[in-house]
């Protein structure tokens, strides 16, 4: 038996492989939580019956006024790092989080120096936090070694996501692969943050040595920062959680969106709970503008109630992706992983808030398309070590690199054998074919370069604008 949980012989299995690993039993009460809506029939879906226009929002820019609040509070506010990905998809086997960014400093070092830029600023040892998966752990804990300063926190840097079982899809059994185990587990999605917070005593360790709220946000986004006008803002307006938001453009038409439920509170629907014949319309960046930049805000005592009254399981919503078995090979048997969304909290909270924030908050990482945009001079790095869009511009140059030959992460820096040309005043940019950019390469509004098959080069010192077809 597991808390209220009785395991039942198609349970059992998952029990006792969870059992063997050592997950704490609200990690196990939690997964099963969701395997049970699975099992009764729960697709994972919010329709659009139940989705409907938010309404007015509060706007970071007119949160001016709260900013005496928050700066008085800033040494309350712990960092945490969302730092469990993989850079598989550019051809890394570590922590994308260790990709170099800027004059060869990686994510977790722009991290760890916002991090000491907000210590000097509040005089005091505001902590920052990684959460890591089983397969970053190790080495972000090694890069952060080298920052001693942060060695004097209230708690430890780091902590563990949980893992969970796959689900074959035929019979919803565990999945048991004993030539590469490995493949019989999963990540159960950034909503782990509460339950992971919590069994790993992290979260009663930062309330009692006096930090009240968290920042969440994800590695790869060096946008994001502890705001004084945001933190100033929930405490006048005793909010327990807030979600920034950003206007959706057609980039962005993926991304999970916020919405108001029928019940009046505010929401979040990703991609995955929507049926086939309601993507368009989830897509519909007229109809849905806001999209969920994953930067989140909590209320530390909040979250240790909420998971109180829920016997150590915060009921998100359920997320049903099917995946094959092993990624690499698309005909391996179909799986199902459950997974859950860190800002579904929103809908969970009673006083919870949505802010509408600007695109300088938002700077993720994804491909090496957004690589060459945040290694360009279309950022800029701040005096604290932010990694915000240069000034004038209001969203990032939209950039289609060929995949055949910039996909993957080596292949990428050596055809930018002198660093990335400049995009300041790039609009979009399109490279087609296998092409190397030289030195001093600078590039303007829209352009295409087409590259032949056999390799073609951009030569130093010229500017782009329009197609350019090189021989």
């Given at each position: 038996m597991v808390g209220r949980f009785d395991a039942s012989d198609s349970t059992q299995p998952f029990v006792s492989r969870m059992e063997a690993i050592e997950m704490p039993s609200d990690a196990i009460r939690s997964f099963l939580f969701h395997l049970e809506r699975l099992t009764h029939g729960e697709k994972g879906l919010i329709p659009s019956s139940v989705v409907h226009s938010v309404g007015e929002i509060p706007v970071f820019e007119e949160l001016e006024g709260f900013r005496v609040s928050g700066r008085s509070a800033l040494a309350k506010v712990a960092t945490i790092k969302l730092n469990g990905g993989l850079g598989t998809s550019m051809g890394l086997e570590g922590p994308k989080s260790l990709l170099p960014v800027r004059d060869k400093l990686t994510f977790l070092d722009l991290i760890a120096r916002q991090a000491l830029a907000l210590r000097k600023e509040t005089g005091s040892n505001a902590p920052l936090l990684l959460m890591n998966s089983y397969r970053t752990d190790t080495e972000s804990r090694l890069l952060l070694q080298s920052y001693r300063e942060l060695n004097n926190q209230l708690v430890n840097t780091s902590f563990l996501q949980h893992r969970?079982?796959?689900i074959l899809c035929r019979d919803l059994s565990p999945v048991v692969c004993p030539e590469d185990t490995d493949l019989e587990w999963c990540p159960p999605g950034h909503g782990d943050l509460y339950a992971a917070l919590a069994t790993s005593g992290t979260l009663s360790?930062?309330?009692e040595s006096g930090v009240e709220f968290a920042f969440v946000s994800n590695a790869d986004n060096l946008g994001a920062h502890v705001s004084s006008r945001i933190l100033g803002y929930m405490i006048e307006q005793g909010v327990d959680f807030a979600m920034e938001v950003c206007e959706r453009t057609l980039a962005d038409?993926?991304?999970g969106h916020l919405y108001r439920h029928s019940n009046g509170r505010l929401g979040l629907r990703e991609i995955a709970q929507c049926s086939s014949d309601e993507l368009d319309g989830f897509q519909d960046i007229a109809k849905?503008?806001?999209?969920?930049?994953n930067n989140v805000w909590l209320r530390l005592r909040a979250v240790?109630?909420?998971?109180?009254a829920n016997q150590g399981v915060i009921p998100l919503p359920t997320i049903v992706n099917r995946k094959p078995l092993d990624p690499r090979q698309t005909d391996s048997p179909e799986t199902i992983q459950l997974e859950t969304a860190?800002?579904?909290a929103i809908s969970l909270f009673d006083r919870a808030a949505a802010i509408r924030v600007p695109r300088q908050r938002f700077s993720p990482v994804k491909t090496t398309n957004d690589?060459?945009?945040?290694?360009?001079?279309?950022?800029?790095?701040?005096?604290?070590n932010r990694l915000i869009l240069h000034p004038g511009r209001t969203a990032p140059p939209k950039i289609q690199l060929d995949p055949q030959y910039f996909s993957l992460i080596d292949e990428f820096d050596m055809r930018f054998p002198f660093g990335p040309p400049s995009l300041r005043h790039c609009d979009e940019l399109e490279v087609r074919g296998n092409v190397v950019f030289k030195q001093g390469v600078s590039v303007r509004e829209t352009a295409v370069v087409t590259g032949s098959d056999t390799g073609s080069t951009v030569s130093a010192a010229f500017t782009i604008t329009g197609s350019v077809i090189l021989d």
């Open positions: 969970i079982p796959k360790a930062l309330i038409r993926k991304g849905y503008p806001l999209f969920n930049t240790d109630h909420l998971l109180r860190m800002g579904a690589l060459l945009s945040v290694r360009s001079d279309a950022y800029q790095l701040t005096e604290d």
